[in-house]
Nanobody, 124 residues
Framework: VQLQASGGGLVQAGDSLRLSCTAF?????MGWFRQAPGKEREFVAV????????SYSSSVKGRFTISRDNAKGTVELLMNTLKPEDTAVYYC?????????????????????WGKGTLVTVSS
């Protein structure tokens, strides 16, 4: 399983940025996580394999939107109203297969597959 995240960059506070993860053929929940400098990696958002269920961390809820296009094999994270504290390396990850189409795991141990991260830097 190969995951490739892209779309990171340097933006100003209040700007928007869209991250994309290529995960063709993965019929499982997909998540985004991030790791800020000097901090542990944390959950950001997850979308079920059907695309009908999502979950967000409290710090990004209302600002970030996760979506997927199974036909194209992509998962995206639209980040609006970015803040300096959103600065981090962002990772996409694929969860263990689960029979529930609404499965949306938030813990990192539920994700065996990880892509290389993409750096997002938000200046104040």
């Amino acid at each position: 399983v190969q995951l490739q995240a892209s779309g990171g960059g340097l933006v100003q506070a209040g700007d928007s940025l869209r991250l994309s993860c290529t995960a063709f053929g993965l019929n499982r929940a997909m998540g985004w996580f991030r790791q800020a400098p000097g901090k542990e990696r944390e959950f950001v958002a997850v979308i079920s394999r059907s695309g009908h269920m999502t979950s967000y961390s409290s710090s990004v809820k209302g600002r970030f939107t996760i979506s997927r296009d199974n036909a194209k094999g992509t998962v995206e994270l639209l980040m609006n109203t970015l803040k300096p504290e959103d600065t981090a390396v962002y990772y996409c990850a694929a969860a263990y297969a689960n029979p529930s189409s609404g499965y949306v795991p938030v813990q990192q141990v539920s994700y065996p597959y990880w892509g290389k991260g993409t750096l997002v830097t938000v200046s104040s």
